[in-house]
């Protein structure tokens, strides 16, 4: 379970960045109001059904109408409007474009992550997990690329739609470091439930090494291999050892085994083969903290299950079962892809 | 007091007249009476037609209930498999589908043919036999609809069904064609009884009921009806561009070739919105009526909850795009729609608060009525206050598209629709069953439920600021939702008890019956109180104010004993009286078909057209659907006869004629209603056209050439003379001129405005546009598409005129049917020369 990231107290009242932080004032006020309506309802409704004569009376004329229907609400909701139009201005202020972008592209049913550079190309893909450095502005652009999803992390912000053929920007700050829970919110179909994601907050400098580790990997995948016999036995960091893992698990079958059986028809690792574009990047899947899209704990017994067995825990998606795989070659290709970081 | 008629008002004081003879009743009970065995599924009197409607829509109401418990099972602990994936999200369509369509809006209305006719003391709605129609396609094709559950084909994308999910590429089934199709047919049959409602609130009031002595309910009727045919057009267009799309790959919302899935939330919230208030506003109008009932005082605050009422309908038309702030709308966008949002809170307030202010004004009777209407009061006013949250922008940022949303509109929906029901099912039952229902069940009924409700939907509110999103088959264990979901569905349970048991008592108490019913229970002041038989009232009396009953004491006796108008059939047929809009001044007495099978054999093969096109059984459809417009056209053919009767006397010894024809006939104000709805179809269909322009004008081509454009036009404008020429030369009266000409004008007129599209259809196909490339494609002929239909419906109307005149039933100088095809023609006219002009001047050129 990943249970960090969700939970008590509600995230949309639990505030970690200004954004978040406005719309909870703003709720918590709007709970107030609605409270103290219901009761000036309740407390009317009594009064008029079995108060005092004289508080009948008064109650019981057109007079009542104009105050309680027309006047209180009237200047309520017109302080509320003010308030609301404000804050929505507040946080839909033009966006300066010198901000960090990541692209994050809503997908059947993952999220497709890019860190874009400054000149707006793509640096690293990821999936499922966005990072980003503690008070700092970051702008979304978010895409969809198949139906309608929905951008949603409540701690930071609300949600805003992945529409087909439109590029929608969100802007998102978060004022502490932590990791939060972010889903799809726009019904996207089958395994629209089971759609989620983890926003990772660092500090700065976390964040910084954070994203130079990933370059490293990107850096050293740099030049495609032309045989895999050339990666593994000179890479000393990602061969793995005896000691290191059980003897029967072997990354280097497991990296046949992922060339062989089609793993690499739909996903890519940076520098080998494996070039399919269609399922989520797993150049960087090792350093994930979740599998299938923010609904597993990502390590090698939930790594086997998936490959193993994904329609049993996400029925209906993208990925088939690996069923016809024996255990060991199922434990060879996680202990492989645990390798990729 | 100035007549708006004509007519004498110092004739009412004739009234009551003296008492006429029992024989004249025994008359009436023949005229009026049903078919008897199976025949009696033809009969088409508002008191059979009405409670059938009921208790279909209560079944769909129940049904839809028991979907939804399965999905409360299905969420009380994290990752279950009671339902699968597929299963839960055909659930959960089917849900808010049948709920939204089958149940709510047809339920409203249902309460309106049931109660309508006599609470304005009319003898029944205007046109019986499309009350009769309406009632059967919802029957059959409501029930088609649901069946589809149990073959594993039900719809699966949400009841708002958003492209390009529900499209070919993402839902190759026929699942979307179901729900495409079925609803877009159950749409017809809402339709169709909102224009009966119209007319009859307009123009079947008893004499003296003035607009402003008509029940609440009868103003909510006229709002929700005028609602409907504003909105559903939207709905019924968007329907069809969505199964064009899957059927024929026309990319209207397939944003790769110029098409945008956000076309489809405009088309669908258009409608959308304005359909909550849709069901609201009825519920509100009974609400007003039961809380004077059950406060035994008059409502105060009349015309402010009149003016409440109008207002929300206008409002609500203004607010769809709050269903989308989510979507990246500009910045003003969201704050008009916001500002919209908070403007149409302030009728609701006026409603609540004029409930309350009656109240206070009387002495409550806790009755099971009254339990019910002071629980929706505080129920609705909870659902009102977070509606006015979720119109905070930024607060629906966080809202949207959670566990939230589905309290919010749980609590409005149940609140202001349900709860009512309940309220009016008990208050009025006494009108239909002879034995009345035990009031020590109904306050167990009403308790079950309303701590259910609460039980159910308070915790909900918690679920989605947790971060639940709504339509999730399961949720991941370890987020604290466990509990909240665990409470949810025990309280689902504690409410479906509360159901379990009013549907009992029913079983065991209710017994329906027309003639020895159990009468006023609950002590009501309006006309529906009046003894009554399958021919509603004796007589139809004079009104003096808005609680006549209350007011008049002596008034059932003397409607009863035949004092007031029309106590006999005048004319030995089935009859009502007409009455002028405003001031209910009596106008003239209208002839009212009897039982027929044709309606229910228009309805059930209207149904089997569209059921077989799902199934894509084309030939079958094809003869279903001529069998659908023969059945149609063979219910019309004993309408609008020549009569020898011209004039009847109505008691009081005035005179008013029969069966007229112009722009006072009821058929008239049908056939307007019935443009209105086609204009609105038209009216979106170019909004369509310019909304893909404003989004994609990258796909946008040159027109076809303008010397074309000019013959189009000028075809169509002689098309638009020649059916309005047909009409005038009928009012020449004899020879020729007045027999044969007129329908060969209608024919000509036809004849150009085919003749126009086809021109227009190959000159768009000669510039190289086809429907398939693009946006403009798709919408340009998409245009042409309605043209063709409205113009195939003329075509079989001008044919139908020939044949009456034929054979000779053509009544001059003016005739009802002549009236209605010249009407429509030139409606077609008008409007091909809109379409043609758009697309050719505007913006392609």
Redesign the interface.
Known sequence: MIEAVWGWPPPVLDPAGPYSAQVTTLSWALFALGVFVTGVVVVALWVAIKGPPNWKANLGGERAIWIGGVAFPGVVLTALLIWGLTLTASLTEPIRGDEMRIRVTGEMWWFRVEYLDPDGAVMMVDANEIHIPVDTPVVLELESADVIHSFWVPHLSGKKDMIPGRRTLLRIEADRAGEFGGVCAEYCGGQHALMGFIAVVHEPAAWQSWLADRMDTLANAAEPVAQESQRYPGDADLYPTEAEYLERYDARRGYDLFMETGCAACHRIAGSEANGLAGPDLTHIASRRSLGAGILPNHRGTLIGWIGDSQSIKPGNRMPSYDRLSAEDLGHIAAFLELQK | MKSETGFDHALYERFPTDKRPDSEVDALNEIWKAPTGWRRLTAVNNNYVGFWYVVTAFGFFLAAGILALGMRVQLAAPMQDFL???TY?QFFTMHGTVMMFLFAVPMVEAIGIMLLPQMLAARDLPFPRLSAFAFWAYFVGGTMFFMSLFVGLAPD??WFM?P??TSI??SPDINTDFWLLGIGFIEISAIAGAIEIIVGVLRTRAPGMTLDKMPMFAWAMLVFAVMIVVAFPSVILCTMLLEIERAFNWPFFD??RGG???LWQHLFWFFGHPEVYIIFIPAAGLMSMMVSTVARTKL??YR?NVLALVATGFISFGVWAHHMF???MP?VS??YF??AS??V??PA??????W???????T?KWTTPALFV?GS??VF??GG??G??V????????????YFIVAHLHYVLIGGMVFPMFAAFYHWHGMTSSKALSERVGKWVFGLMFTGLHITFLPMH?TG???M????????????LDLLNMISTIGAFVMAAGVLLFVIDCARRFRFTVHDDAGNLYNGGTLEWLPTGLYSTRSIPLVRSRDPLWDQPGLSQEVADGRYFLPNSATGQRETLITSPVMAEPQYVQLMPGPSAWPVSAAVFTAGFFLSLTVQAYPFAIFCGIVAVLSTLRWLWETDRPIKQETAEIGGGIEVPIAITGSSSHGWWALNTLMVVIGMIGFMGVFAYLYLYGINPEVWSAPPPLGQTVLILTMEGLAFVAAWGGRRLLATKEGRLAEDLPWMMEALAVGLLAGALYFDITGWLETGLAPTMNGMGATVFMLMVLQAQVVTVAIIMAAYLAFREARGIMTTPTNVTMDVVARFIGFCALQGLVFTAVTRFFPGG
């Open positions: 699968g994936v597929d999200n994308g949400g958003y390009p999910l590429a993402f944003a790769t945008d899935p956000m105060i605050g402010l989510t979507t990246d910045r969201a704050g916001s500002a908070m403007a809170s302030l307030g006026i409603q609540v608060f004029c309350i202010a009656t109240l206070a004004s009387g409550i002071v009061v505080v006013t909870m206050l977070t006015v949250m119109g905070m922008v930024p607060f629906d940022w966080q809202a949207h598209d959670t918690l600021l947790m971060g999103p709504r339509r999730v088959y399961t949720y991941l264990p370890g987020r604290d």
